[in-house]
């Protein structure tokens, strides 16, 4: 199974809204990324957890707070968000984080923000 | 300056025409991957390159690490090899540093 898996594929919230997204993989993989990607533009790397830790902060607002549970769940919690964030959110997993992994995409989540 | 350029940005091609996408970096790297991204999102990895070179089906990457540069070529153009296709060096730590992209559209 080389699959990640995102839900929800498409999100529309308020800017007082609460809402996550999750993404899954069961790959056994230990490195799991979240990106942001606006439109004709490349993707953007927020965070990276490996090994359930989170080891890269691209400087992302507080208003974004992502979350590993377990080796195979990542989520990421939206609070107070601006429609300026209104993005494709893409998760991304590989083996283990080191030099010359391949990413394994998931389908992406597109959030609307109001 | 942009750590990797992509060039062209647009390409039109008739079916069955053969396809050269560029791209050049100046970081350091530890690999280059070559991402194809259709409308709607998802990301495939197509080749993942260190040196020299890689086919797969009508899909071949190639790399010059001395001269940082890399190429894909599509043989045999399809309408269904219509996307983006986006060039990723990637350092030491597996950080990704993407191209802007290639959006290529084959004509019937």
């Known amino acids: 199974d080389t699959e990640v898996t995102q839900t929800p594929k498409h999100l529309v919230m308020g800017m007082t809204n609460k809402k996550s997204l999750k993404c899954e993989q069961h790959?056994?993989?230990?490195?799991m990324y979240w990106y942001k990607q606006k439109a004709k533009k490349p993707p953007e790397l927020m965070f990276v957890?490996?090994?359930?830790?989170?080891?890269i902060n691209e400087s992302v607002p507080s208003r974004f707070s992502p979350e590993c549970p377990n080796s195979s769940l990542l989520n990421l919690h939206l609070h107070a968000l601006q429609p300026e964030d209104s993005a494709l959110y893409l998760c991304?997993?590989?083996?283990?984080?080191?030099?010359?992994?391949?990413?394994?995409f998931g389908p992406g989540t597109r959030l609307l923000v109001l | 300056k942009n750590e990797v350029e992509q060039s062209p940005q647009n390409l039109t091609a008739q079916e069955g025409e053969f396809i050269t996408i560029n791209c050049s970096y100046s970081?350091?790297?530890?690999?280059l991957h070559w991402l194809q991204q259709h409308p709607g999102g998802g990301i495939v990895s197509l080749f993942m390159?260190?040196?020299g070179k890689k086919k797969h089906g009508r899909l071949i990457a190639t790399i010059n690490i001395q001269e940082k540069h890399s190429s894909l070529h599509i043989t045999a153009s399809h309408p269904r090899d219509s996307a983006v296709y986006i060039c990723a060096p990637s350092s030491t730590g597996n950080q990704f540093y993407f191209g802007t992209g290639t959006s290529l559209t084959v004509i019937p």
């Open positions: 970081v350091g790297i530890s690999a």
């Open positions: 991304a997993s590989s083996a283990k984080g080191g030099g010359g992994e391949t990413q394994y």
């Open positions: 390159l260190s040196s």
């Open positions: 957890y490996s090994y359930e830790k989170l080891s």
């Open positions: 790959m056994g993989h230990r490195a």
